[in-house]
């Protein structure tokens, strides 16, 4: 009778050897496959490339027409403003239905005309408005830029030809804090270590459960002395490593590659990292021990972790400006605080306050995670 | 090589391996909508429910209109009154506000003197984007004082503005037949980077291999299921856009439809590419998640392809879903003519037909 309540005692103790081994093969395993490889050290890299490169928000080479209708000096002198811009790529017509179909196809996103009798509306003095711009309103936000830069150019061509606007009777001079030149990459950077984490953290992790469970390992595994939390630690901890070495990498690049400026601690950056992995794992593991197979582990991360990561952190797209539901949602999304709080240990410094907020809430949410995924783990089981 | 019969068998098995469980049913078509709901609500180029600090030093009549202005203004959730530069600047650190407005003492004074009353705006960085669309909000607050002010002067801008094909500039108009594409490539690059390489965890695709069948066969067999769900969950998420979202459908759906299912098909050529290169599903699903985001980024869908780095742009033009943006986006908004779908169907066609056959070279190539 004794026998049973000792084999007991030594499945539920803790046993550091024993982790430490089930920490050395999961560590081989992560380390053997190339795959973990391209997440962990590639990815990231173009990732943050891409960020600073293709999808910088600093829209460059608009590809704008100009019409000029008007045989005047004047129109010639405001059609060559245009073309000296150095945010648009300019073409030159004299019939603006040749640029139309240009809008369609998506070779012009707009065109400005200036018409036959701008030098009257010049005399004018703004009673009427001097040009029209055409946009292609197919892409908003391209088409906000041609209409702001063809307003800007018009305003210093008119005032270099001494034509003054009256004097506005309220000016705003406004500041930009913490990313005065406004470069987007700056924003966008930090918010993309976030993502490159979720991915580690939440995506690697289903994965790597979820391929235990698909091929019963998982059941062989727990019938070995080593108890869940042992197991479970023992698989968590090399991707916890490895998120927070991407983290490094990640952070490395940020700041000395692509000139993101870290006004914070580096103590600090690490342990924000620290905190939003134990969410990101939670997530992972939940994800695994609900889906037990590969193929809808992998598609319950990319719709629950990755692509929520994207959207809904606060990363591209302004959490205040979405409707009610969905900014309920958006306070179970980990990448969420995540975001913020890197934003902050970067651009702006360690600011308490915000971090503490971040954290608890990180913090909370895996708590929670890890719960369900106890509770999900001991129901595969029986 | 090919026979019918077979294929037909394979065809079956292959919808059977990804439909026959009803979680994985399930997985294939509710995420993909679900998502496309959500996110067409959340992606969205406004600033609402913000809240801003307000610091006014000054006692007269025009701060006070302003203020006015500010506290009816549709997108201020809040405003915050602070009387000091330093709590000013507290509510900016802690990001409590997006902006705070420091009215200085000789606001009025300036203004009743015929000069601009100055208003100095700090703006939160860390939010770059919104910040800015704060500042053109605010900038046109400040347009509608300054016309209360000085009535007289009340000119209309010197710019006349139409934009086509979206009057309005509604950000959802673009964000959903851009996600329609993006979500059904996520689907298809998943299902068939899968397919080869579960067989091949399993060990069933060295069954595959002595059996009769040929590896074209087994390229066709895989890419039919893919290309059908995918097919009918573009569909189904243009139909959504149309009838659910209300927006315009100006081109011809026997255009989009063959454009869909060539894109689909050039998605399911990487994807069988990726799967063929795979030892273990996990690789396959890293390998198609390592390209299905890049290609995501450069597509163009973030930002216009033309204000990229000139490389990026020659690489954009060997991603699928560049092509098809410019169809699918075209196609709702512009009424795209059939000589322009055809400008980016042939780049699908050349794509599809090149990934294929380097899916079949490359399980060739692993057999022997």
Known sequence: MKTPKQTSAAVKSFDIKRLKALVYKETLQAWRDPSTLLIAFILPVVLLFLFAYAVSLDVQHVRMGVVVESPSAAAQDLAHAFAKTRFLDVQFAHDRRELADQLVTGALRGYVVIPQDFEQRLTLQGKEPLVQVITDGSFPNTANYV??????????????????????????????????ELESRRALIPGAIAIVMTIIGTMLTALVVAREWERGTMEAVMSTPASVAEILMGKLFPYFILGMLATLGAAALAVFVFDVPLRGSLGALLLLSAVFMVPALGQGLLISSLARNQFLAAQIAL??????????????????????????????????????????????GDIWPVFLRNLVAMAGIGVLFFILAKKATKKNLQ | MINLIRLRAQFIKEVLSI????????????????????????????????????????????????????????????????????????????????????IPVDFSRQIHAGQSGQVQVLVDGRRSNAGQITMSYLSSIATQVGAQIRPEEDLPTPVLVRHWFNPNLIYRWYIVPGLTGILALFSALLITSLSIARERELGTFDQLLVSPTSTAEIIISKSLPALAIGTILGLFMAGAAVFFFGIPF???????????????????????MVSAFSMTQQQAILGAFAIGVPSVLMSGFATPVESMPIFLQWLAQAIPLTHFLIIVEGSFLKAIPAREVLNHVWPLGLIALSTLSLAVFFVRGRLQ
């Open chain 1, 147 to 180: 209409h702001s830069y063809s307003q800007g150019v018009l305003q210093v061509w008119s005032q270099a030809q001494g034509f003054d606007l009256p004097v506005p009777a309220v000016v705003l001079e406004p500041r930009y804090w913490f990313n005065p």
């Open chain 1, 303 to 348: 719709f629950t972790g990755f692509l929520p990561s994207f959207m809904l952190s606060g990363f591209l797209y302004e959490i205040s400006a979405m409707p009610a539901p969905i900014r309920a949602i958006t306070h179970v999304i980990p990448a969420r605080y995540f975001v913020e709080a890197l934003k902050t240990v970067f651009l702006a």
């Open chain 2, 19 to 102: 439909l026959r469980d009803p979680r994985s049913r399930m997985v294939v078509f509710v995420p993909p909508i679900m998502q496309l709901m959500i996110f067409a609500f959340a992606a969205t180029m406004e600033v609402r429910n913000v809240n801003l600090a307000v610091y006014n030093q000054d006692t007269g009549r025009w701060s006070h209109e302003f203020l006015q202005q500010l506290d009816s203004a549709g997108f201020i959730h809040e405003v915050l009154p602070v009387h000091s530069q330093q709590e000013l600047e507290e509510l900016i650190n802690h990001s409590r506000v997006i902006a705070a407005v420091n």
């Open chain 2, 250 to 272: 100006t081109g011809s759906l026997a255009l989009l439809l063959p454009s869909l299912m060539l894109f689909i098909l050039s998605v399911v050529g990487i994807g069988l």
